[in-house]
């Protein structure tokens, strides 16, 4: 895991192939809080993406160990539950 204090608010969240995933909000503990603007099909609250998942911190990018489809299904809601749980 990469070291999370070098993540800052309005980075972009790409996974390992370079897809845009997300952008900042905040750091939360061990989790990125991402902005509501890209929470998919309910972005009326913000999701979350495991610190676990950072490979590294490089510029104005946060880059995922795994692809961008592959971490988006990885996705969680404020309470640590998966969003394939949740209805829209």
Known sequence: ????T?????????GADGVHLGT????????????KADSGSHGDHHHYIS??????????QVRLSGAGTDAALLEEEEDGGPLADRRS
């Open 24 to 35: 900042v909000d905040h750091v939360e503990g061990n989790r990125i809080k991402m902005i």
């Open 6 to 14: 070098q993540i800052s608010e309005h980075m972009e969240i790409i």
């Open 1 to 4: 895991m990469a070291d999370l």
């Open 51 to 60: 610190g676990g998942l950072v490979a590294a911190v490089e510029g104005n």
